[in-house]
């Protein structure tokens, strides 16, 4: 994932210890490769590419913040999961398995530019975007 500084900066910033960089701007319904994010009260409640349209409150770009306790829990998960072989889950896994367990709070990203890059049509995008974000 490429992405504006300033996604980077409200998320080192925010008061909270756990935090998701989230596109709250892009409308539902969102394509079906996106990680969808289910938000209440400015914490995330739900997040897997399966969460319905009606459920999605945005995009969650794969940006994330763990200090303090949040990050001892995420790291024991993480453990769980390796010693358990579930290594071919996604770190999106880990992170929805620990929502029970801490609060992870969705820090916007203001609308500011970001993309991910997962083939070629990515890629040619990304450096059209990169001209966009060195300019702003």
Do not use: C
């Amino acid at each position: 994932t490429i992405f504006h500084k300033k996604i980077l900066e409200n998320l080192i910033n925010s008061k909270h210890e756990a935090g998701l960089a989230i596109d709250d701007t892009i409308p539902a319904p969102l394509p079906e490769e996106a990680m969808k994010a289910t938000i209440k009260n400015d914490k995330i409640i739900d997040v897997s590419k399966t969460i319905t349209a009606e459920k999605t409150n945005g995009d969650a770009i794969g940006v994330y913040k763990f200090s303090g306790k949040s990050l001892k829990i995420l790291i024991n998960e993480l453990d769980r999961l390796i010693s358990s072989s579930a290594i071919k889950q996604l770190f999106t896994y880990a992170v929805r398995n620990i929502l029970n367990k801490t609060d992870i709070y969705s820090i916007s990203t203001e609308g500011k530019a970001w993309i991910e890059i997962d083939d070629q049509n990515d890629l040619d995008a990304a450096q059209k975007l990169i001209q966009k974000i060195l300019k702003d």
